[in-house]
């Protein structure tokens, strides 16, 4: 058989996106630009996850993410086209996000990642290149044609040797061929009028080299190989027209003007190939930069750790940094929450406590609704930064816990010491690889800690400065070896310990005592799944909430292990949708635990988020991926600001807030509100009153007394969906909130305008 035709059919696969949702909130990183493409008067730059614009005139600039419908996935490259005013962001994984900044909708391109056909390594999208109403899709397997005036997928040209698939980088059209750089064919070109193209015999090739791009500047055909070399493309003859001495990351045409950017240096060229800017000098700024582009004689940059920055010809030492505000990274590992204050770290360790290869991040400070980032260099460089612990007297005082490094106290943003073993009784497993992990603060002011693989392995740093160490070599005696690591701490209103650990299940120190306890699974009584116990959390009723590996437990009366060494914890059993009894959260791996105001339950997994009634009998929310904007279906931790009822949800591919439900209740109702409010057209979320007592009795009424809602507060806040009593939504109009708290000794009257 002369040749073989491999034929891939795309049926141009959408779901359409949610355009905005008001109840969540994007607080990802834009720091680490991935690509940048321009039009429409804006610079679109695209992070790990998410996207934004910036406009130059006006200064503006506009989040793309999750929340209006992106898909959270990995981002590869990006482009706009100005011809059809869309935006196209391509993934690592295949995915595409179209993009509409008119209506602000979001289509999903599913074909792709959905073709079975295509290894999932060669899904990959690498580059877009519009020629007349075309987008030609440079990917791992070859090419595919997307035509713009339907969004409907063409024809895809696999042109290995064999008809294989082959790596394409970049794609440009020359002299009325397609030109494909490839990694390991050469390049590769055909007669893009043929009707043919997809049979790969007829696509000839130059050289068997791999190469970074390809592009077409003024009738010029210019290639990157993997050499870095710049080379003009003249007949069948690469001829060198300059060099680096570092990778190239990006190769691209942009108006008239021929850009190469490398990790620390962008050159600019015009239609004659001369220079005509040379960045390379940022200071003290150590640059890692991913791509850049010039639009009205501006240039921007896109750095992977210093977000969006623009520097003009006549001054390229000059710079302005454009990111949004956010926090420093994506990957969150752990959150810690006063009211209107956040702390984000992210360092992190295996599921064997494994902290290699070291994190080097700094950690993140959200304060009334600002950020406050501290890099890694102002923590003495200090490696693994797990958890932070906010004190409950002095608020501007917080503890760091490095799962490498030892302990970090701050006060004001600002580190004042490292405490290791050359400055504090605290053990290393070798050298001065300290690993603290669990902190937390008691009523008397004190820290206390954990420090894993060790025999010292809970220690106190008291209010007055001063270290105290406890022996846990008895009650763990696998700490040094087998027990890999202790997690989660917290304290009880007693001012009890209690923390979780690897082998042991959950270990008890009752400081009054001087005794430990534990409660561990299997062979024991303790009825844990498995005794990696990952978080702890006690509720409003003392009850002590535990996430292990394996599944969740409740123990009755924590306390009563110091006295029963037979002490064991009970699964929270449900009736399932067809009345049949299983174990609520069974098998799951539960990262975090956190209550909130109405005694109910937040649960982290690596299946996204759930959220338990107080005895976990009923689901009221789960969040993932699929229904939500989350970002990552590993969730890390969760935490509840109690004073606005957000919560914190923190993952692996970034952190988001939803507008929650409950608050602390108040003592009065002096600070009662309801927001938003005027509700205005087009709004689709809740309407939250807060600042009320427990047990407060809401009712809502038109302006001529006709009750629409009533509802009993179960903490501080409550929330109204705008329909009289969940049925039809209610008109445009003045609507009474009258509140009375459930000794109806005090009142209070507050308004809310609808307008529809």
Excluded: C
Aim: proline residues 3%; negative net charge; aromatic residues 10%.
């Amino acid at each position: 058989m002369k040749r073989i035709l491999i034929f891939f059919f795309f049926i141009s696969l959408f779901s359409q996106a949610q355009t905005q949702n008001l109840d969540w909130e994007d607080l990802f990183s834009y720091y680490s630009i991935q690509d940048v493409s321009t039009g429409a008067g804006k610079i679109f730059a695209a992070a790990e996850n998410s996207v934004f614009s910036y406009r130059r005139g006006t200064q503006e600039i506009e989040k793309i993410s999750s929340i209006q419908g992106l898909s959270s996935e990995k981002i590869n490259t990006i482009y706009f086209s100005a011809n059809y005013n869309l935006l196209f962001i391509g993934y690592k994984n295949g995915l595409i996000d179209v993009y509409n900044p008119q209506d602000k909708t979001v289509l999903k391109v599913v074909d792709i990642i959905e073709k079975v056909t295509i290894p999932p390594t060669n899904r990959r999208i690498n580059h877009f290149y519009e020629y007349e109403n075309k987008l030609l899709i440079s990917t791992n397997y070859g090419i595919s044609e997307f035509r713009l005036n339907n969004l409907e997928f063409g024809d895809t040209y696999l042109i290995g040797d064999a008809g294989e698939q082959l790596t394409v980088t970049q794609t440009t059209v020359f002299n009325n061929k397609i030109y494909a750089a490839t990694q390991g064919g050469g390049i590769r070109f055909a007669d893009i009028n043929s009707p043919n193209l997809v049979d790969f015999s007829i696509w000839q090739n130059i050289s068997n080299n791999s190469f970074r791009g390809v592009v077409n500047l003024s009738n010029s055909l210019y290639v990157i190989n993997n050499s870095n070399s710049l080379q003009e493309l003249q007949g069948n003859t690469f001829v060198n027209r300059d060099q680096f001495n570092q990778e190239v990351k990006d190769f691209r045409v942009n108006e008239e003007n021929l850009i190469v950017t490398t990790s620390n240096r962008v050159k600019v060229y015009n239609n004659q190939l001369n220079t005509l800017i040379n960045i390379s000098n940022f200071g003290d700024v150590p640059v890692n930069l991913s791509s850049a582009t010039i639009y009205q004689q501006v240039i921007y940059l896109g750095d992977l750790s210093e977000g969006l920055l623009s520097t003009t010809a006549s001054n390229t030492t000059a710079f302005q940094y454009l990111s949004p505000d956010g926090p420093l990274r994506n990957d969150v590992f752990g959150l810690s929450v006063i009211p209107n204050e956040l702390w984000v770290t992210y360092g992190d360790y295996d599921v064997f406590f494994n902290p290699y290869p070291l994190k080097k991040a700094g950690v993140s400070h959200l304060m009334n609704e600002e950020w406050i980032n501290v890099p890694f260099e102002n923590l003495d460089s200090t490696e693994e930064i797990a958890r932070s612990a906010i004190n409950p007297s002095n608020t501007s005082q917080v503890f760091l816990s490095s799962f490498f490094g030892g302990l970090l106290e701050m006060q004001d943003n600002e580190l004042q010491s490292v405490y290791d073993i050359t400055n504090s009784p605290l053990q290393s497993v070798e050298n001065n690889d300290v690993r603290v992990n669990g902190i937390a603060f008691d009523r008397d002011g004190n820290l206390w800690g954990n420090v894993s693989r060790v025999d010292n392995g809970l220690f106190k740093l008291s209010s007055g400065g001063g270290f105290q160490v406890f022996d846990t070599s008895e009650i763990a005696p696998g700490n040094g070896n087998d027990n890999l690591g202790l997690t989660e701490l917290i304290i009880d209103n007693s001012g009890n310990i209690y923390f979780g650990s690897y082998i042991d299940g959950i270990i008890g120190y009752q400081p009054s005592t001087n005794s430990f306890a534990k409660v561990k699974g299997l062979e024991t009584a303790g009825n844990l799944p498995n005794n990696y116990v990952k978080s702890l959390a006690l509720d409003n009723n003392n009850q002590l909430w535990i996430g292990t590996s394996r599944g969740l437990r409740v123990l009755f009366g924590p306390s009563g292990m110091f006295e029963n060494p037979n002490t064991s914890t009970n699964e929270i059993i449900i009736l399932d949708d067809d009345g049949v009894a299983q174990e609520l959260l069974a098998g799951s791996s539960i990262s975090a635990i956190t209550v909130d105001g109405n005694n109910n339950k937040w649960i982290a997994t690596e299946a996204g988020a759930f959220y338990l009634s107080s005895n976990g009998q009923e689901t009221i929310y789960r969040f993932t991926t699929e229904n939500s904007p989350l970002p990552s279906n590993s969730v890390t931790d969760i935490e509840v600001d109690e004073s606005t009822g957000k919560v914190y949800i923190g993952t692996t591919n970034g952190l988001v807030a939803f507008r929650g439900t409950a608050t602390s209740s108040a003592e009065t109702f002096e600070k009662v509100r309801a927001f938003p409010n005027p509700v205005r057209p087009g709004y689709s979320g809740m309407v939250t009153i807060d600042g009320l007592r427990e047990g407060a009795n809401v009712k809502i009424t038109d302006i001529e007394g006709n009750l629409v809602y009533e509802i009993i507060s179960e903490g501080g806040s409550v929330q109204w969906d705008s329909r009289a009593f969940g049925k039809h939504k209610v008109a445009s109009g003045v609507y009474m909130v009258l509140i009375t708290s459930d000794d109806q000794l005090e009142t209070k009257v507050t308004k809310i305008m609808v307008i529809r």
